[in-house]
Protein backbone atom coordinates (compact mmCIF):
# COMPACT_ATOMS: atom_id res chain seq x y z
CA UNK A 1 0.00 0.00 0.00
CA UNK A 2 1.20 3.61 -0.73
CA UNK A 3 -0.18 6.83 0.76
CA UNK A 4 0.56 9.99 -0.99
CA UNK A 5 0.68 13.56 0.23
CA UNK A 6 1.31 16.35 -2.40
CA UNK A 7 3.16 19.98 -0.93
CA UNK A 8 4.20 22.65 -3.28
CA UNK A 9 1.14 24.04 -4.75
CA UNK A 10 0.36 27.88 -4.34
CA UNK A 11 -0.49 31.41 -6.52
CA UNK A 12 1.73 32.41 -9.05
CA UNK A 13 2.22 34.47 -11.88
CA UNK A 14 2.18 33.94 -15.63
CA UNK A 15 5.43 33.30 -16.72
CA UNK A 16 6.52 31.96 -12.84
CA UNK A 17 7.48 28.64 -11.24
CA UNK A 18 6.32 25.91 -8.75
CA UNK A 19 7.65 22.96 -7.93
CA UNK A 20 5.49 20.35 -6.54
CA UNK A 21 6.56 17.81 -4.28
CA UNK A 22 4.43 14.13 -3.49
CA UNK A 23 5.49 12.15 -0.08
CA UNK A 24 4.57 8.60 -0.19
CA UNK A 25 4.89 6.41 2.59
CA UNK A 26 4.62 2.45 2.35
CA UNK A 27 7.13 -0.13 0.78
CA UNK A 28 6.22 -0.20 -2.84
CA UNK A 29 6.93 3.60 -3.65
CA UNK A 30 10.33 2.53 -5.03
CA UNK A 31 8.92 -0.23 -7.62
CA UNK A 32 5.60 2.00 -8.37
CA UNK A 33 5.21 4.11 -11.43
CA UNK A 34 4.51 7.63 -10.33
CA UNK A 35 1.89 10.19 -12.39
CA UNK A 36 0.86 13.71 -11.72
CA UNK A 37 -2.65 14.62 -12.92
CA UNK A 38 -4.41 17.78 -12.95
CA UNK A 39 -7.89 19.11 -12.63
CA UNK A 40 -9.40 22.50 -13.31
CA UNK A 41 -12.72 23.82 -12.09
CA UNK A 42 -15.23 22.63 -14.30
CA UNK A 43 -13.36 20.08 -16.11
CA UNK A 44 -12.35 16.09 -16.06
CA UNK A 45 -9.45 15.17 -14.71
CA UNK A 46 -6.90 14.58 -16.96
CA UNK A 47 -2.62 13.43 -17.23
CA UNK A 48 0.46 15.66 -17.05
CA UNK A 49 3.21 13.30 -16.56
CA UNK A 50 4.41 9.89 -15.34
CA UNK A 51 7.64 8.50 -14.62
CA UNK A 52 8.86 4.94 -13.82
CA UNK A 53 10.10 3.33 -11.01
CA UNK A 54 14.01 4.31 -12.32
CA UNK A 55 13.28 7.51 -13.28
CA UNK A 56 14.54 6.75 -16.77
CA UNK A 57 11.22 6.98 -18.60
CA UNK A 58 9.13 10.11 -18.16
CA UNK A 59 6.13 11.16 -20.61
CA UNK A 60 4.38 14.43 -20.47
CA UNK A 61 0.79 15.56 -22.10
CA UNK A 62 1.27 17.41 -25.19
CA UNK A 63 0.28 20.96 -23.07
CA UNK A 64 2.65 20.63 -20.76
CA UNK A 65 5.76 19.31 -22.66
CA UNK A 66 8.84 21.75 -22.98
CA UNK A 67 7.68 23.18 -19.42
CA UNK A 68 7.23 20.52 -16.63
CA UNK A 69 9.69 18.30 -15.53
CA UNK A 70 8.80 14.95 -13.57
CA UNK A 71 11.73 13.25 -11.04
CA UNK A 72 11.63 11.31 -8.08
CA UNK A 73 13.87 10.63 -5.51
CA UNK A 74 13.48 7.19 -4.01
CA UNK A 75 15.85 7.07 -1.35
CA UNK A 76 13.66 10.08 -0.15
CA UNK A 77 10.21 8.62 -1.67
CA UNK A 78 9.35 11.22 -3.44
CA UNK A 79 8.61 12.22 -6.91
CA UNK A 80 8.06 16.13 -8.01
CA UNK A 81 6.76 18.21 -10.91
CA UNK A 82 8.90 21.12 -11.52
CA UNK A 83 6.45 23.58 -13.96
CA UNK A 84 8.08 26.51 -15.61
CA UNK A 85 6.53 29.07 -18.02
CA UNK A 86 2.89 28.84 -15.79
CA UNK A 87 -0.08 30.02 -18.07
CA UNK A 88 -3.27 30.67 -16.27
CA UNK A 89 -4.70 27.44 -18.19
CA UNK A 90 -2.62 25.61 -15.76
CA UNK A 91 -4.63 26.80 -13.14
CA UNK A 92 -5.92 23.30 -11.56
CA UNK A 93 -5.85 21.10 -8.39
CA UNK A 94 -2.89 18.91 -8.81
CA UNK A 95 -2.92 15.42 -8.34
CA UNK A 96 0.06 12.72 -7.68
CA UNK A 97 -0.45 9.10 -8.01
CA UNK A 98 0.86 5.73 -7.89
CA UNK A 99 0.54 2.91 -10.68
CA UNK A 100 2.25 -1.19 -10.70
CA UNK A 101 3.07 0.26 -13.91
CA UNK A 102 4.83 2.25 -16.25
CA UNK A 103 3.06 3.80 -19.57
CA UNK A 104 -0.63 4.75 -18.57
CA UNK A 105 -2.03 7.93 -18.75
CA UNK A 106 -5.58 7.24 -17.90
CA UNK A 107 -6.62 7.67 -14.35
CA UNK A 108 -7.90 3.85 -13.61
CA UNK A 109 -4.70 2.48 -13.99
CA UNK A 110 -3.41 4.03 -10.78
CA UNK A 111 -4.49 2.62 -8.07
CA UNK A 112 -3.48 4.90 -5.25
CA UNK A 113 -3.74 9.04 -4.67
CA UNK A 114 -3.04 12.39 -2.69
CA UNK A 115 -5.17 14.87 -1.59
CA UNK A 116 -4.19 16.86 -4.50
CA UNK A 117 -2.89 20.84 -4.17
CA UNK A 118 -4.13 23.47 -5.63
CA UNK A 119 -1.98 25.59 -7.76
CA UNK A 120 -3.53 28.91 -9.61
CA UNK A 121 -1.86 31.26 -11.98
CA UNK A 122 -2.53 34.41 -12.40
CA UNK A 123 -2.51 36.59 -15.82
Known amino acids: QVQLVESGGGLVQAGGSLRLSCAAS????????MGWFRQAPGKEREFVAA????????SYADSVKGRFTISRDNAKNTVYLQMNSLKPEDTAVYYC????????????????WGQGTQVTVSS
Open 97 to 112: AASPTYGYTRQRYYNY
Open 26 to 33: GRTFSSSA
Open 51 to 58: INWSGGST
